[in-house]
């Protein structure tokens, strides 16, 4: 028989701030889509991000990841340069994408994706999805789609 | 390409009471079947409704959805009529239906549903389901079937 | 040297009805000041009940309070009677008065505090304050004046 | 028409302790692997069991289940067996097998399944999975595979 | 006999952006006392405020104080100007002054004080203190000193 | 003009086992005082400390303390020893002294205070209180006396 497979999902926290404003449209249009979340200096949130895997249990660890191994990939690709950050000015990915939390929850996802196979391995667990808290009342998560 | 989709979920409260009794059930039935909530006078929660829909993000704009038209259908079909209200008195469709959470689950979808297009057209963000919760340690989610 | 002092807080919940009306007042007085809150079949609410008393830390056992002591008390005056129940018809300290989160501070306070030297003992913890939450936004504490 | 189908989840809590060790992996690999959820004496969480299942809800009674029966069937299967408990050592599915949440999460499904049809009959709700929350940053949640 | 006292505590919410960064200090000292919190294009938080105040129960509405004009004062000083808003850039009380949750909870306080007799009158509720919350893991608490 | 003092707690998380027994009882008044919590081989949870103290707000940085020193003090002096641990076999103060969470308090404010001056000076803030929760229903603050 194969081993169980499990979900597991992993919560990490960072503040950032970010201004939502679409390059493409006018002030106005801006102002109308965006309201006050286009204010010209930008605000912030803390950001609450899960990451959702499935693996199968390991017979002998009982585990079904590394989860230090999750951690480091995290601290180096969102952590670092997503906290304490303002996402419009330091983050690469959203020069000419409007930091929404769809996106912000797209950009985290695609740089998991483009590790996640050097660090676990072929055989190893699969990420599943991204989901990000912008406020308590607003979660965003991608779909593989 | 095609635009990736995104699941967003938004959450909203509202307060209101009620009495789970059953119209085609004795006194004792009632009461062995609902106990406590039973109680003649009825009883009351601070309900959460969480409302979960799939968009594909817009290029521009960065968005699955716009927040604002759904804020207002909630507005309309959910807050202006639940809260501060007692469920079996004010709310047509618990005449002759208990409210138990399963059935303020599924009225709310039923009534989300028959506004969605209207309001967000059809290709717009599809609706996936409503969860209430009761209490903490209690959730009941439509699943469209 | 005398023992150390704690402040031990516990948390009980229960689910309740009720309906803001003075009966002194006009109708649309009532309207004016409690709004939505004095719709005539009333609302309800997950009400968590803060338990705050001071204790010496005894010695050998390194306990302020005998725990399950407290939680018969807080059965018998609180739970017993609010839980479930609709607090205009169903508690008598609310024939007469508005089951406001302030007035039901005050209930519950005078409720333990006339059942506490019998329980606790002369030389037993002291009650400190009791606390209702009414939502997570709005907490209502007795202050002994 | 058929009844709809309604997804319930119920949550339930326990406080326990366990030491991760596997005992086919020497001490070393044990320290390197679990790190200091390997120290000898054990340390331990407040764990939280979400229960989800789906069923009819039917058409008298607005219910998908009867709450009572299965807060029975996790007090007798779990409440009892693990709350206050020390997983290694109280737990018999834990002698041989490393007490991680992966492995808690499929032994209290198995444990339910196992239960799930005498109390609940062949038209009753199904059990959809088992959720274990570790921490408010872990959760671990059965696939079914 | 005098009416009893109850202490409320209501809860607000508002996203906003900061920078920590003393005017008066150099760049290093700023890398040194604030370290990432001190990045040129600032970072953020979803705020959370808590403002306490005690009110001598009226007898007939049971209500220590008016929770709309509260409501109103807060909106008015609080929230229309910091929601969406960057502290620094925003507020005028930031010009000059670092905008650190010690100094934000000074500044609302003193912005509710300014109003608080115009709205609630000389015998109305006495503001207590304004605790602000930048996570969940830090909050700042005025003491009238 | 003396600078104004603002309360600030931080608030930090370890999981620890203990198992309440008293060396002083018998078997039979243990397992009467403690119930369920005097189980031979433990139990545990995760345990949440909040550490208030009062500081003058400096007036050039902003700040009542430097928060990176006192995280040092709390991982030193209370997440290494009890993070992970079997507070009865790992911590020395619960030689012979039962690990209830009022003695938690009680120990943690002792190893707080005791490295307070030598890290903060003379003139730097004041520990104002520790508080230990132990589940979300019950909290243990010292009181200094």
Redesign the interface.
């Known amino acids: 028989v194969s081993a169980?497979?499990?979900?597991?999902?992993?919560?990490?926290?960072f503040?950032?701030?970010?201004r939502?404003h679409?390059a493409?449209?006018s002030a106005d249009e801006n102002r109308e889509?965006?309201?006050?979340?286009n204010?010209?200096?930008?605000?912030?949130?803390?950001y609450l991000v899960e990451v959702a895997f499935?693996g199968a249990?390991d017979a002998?660890?009982?585990?079904?990841a590394?989860p230090?191994a999750l951690d480091r990939l995290i601290a180096e690709q969102v952590l670092a340069p997503f906290?304490?950050?303002?996402l419009?000015?330091?983050v690469p990915e959203f020069r000419g994408?409007?930091?929404?939390t769809?996106?912000l929850?797209?950009v985290i996802e695609r740089r998991l994706r483009a590790h996640w196979k050097p660090v676990f391995g072929e055989h190893g667990p699969a990420l599943d999805y991204v989901r990000v808290q912008e406020?308590?009342?607003?979660?965003?998560?991608?779909?593989g789609?």
């Open positions: 169980p497979v499990v979900r597991v999902t992993r919560t990490y926290r503040a950032a701030a970010h939502l679409a493409a449209l889509i965006f309201g006050k979340c204010n010209p200096f930008g605000h912030g949130h803390n499935r249990v002998s660890t009982g585990r079904a590394d230090p906290h304490h950050a303002n419009n000015e330091d994408t409007v930091p929404t769809e996106n929850a797209l406020t308590k009342n607003n979660k965003f998560q991608t779909t789609r």
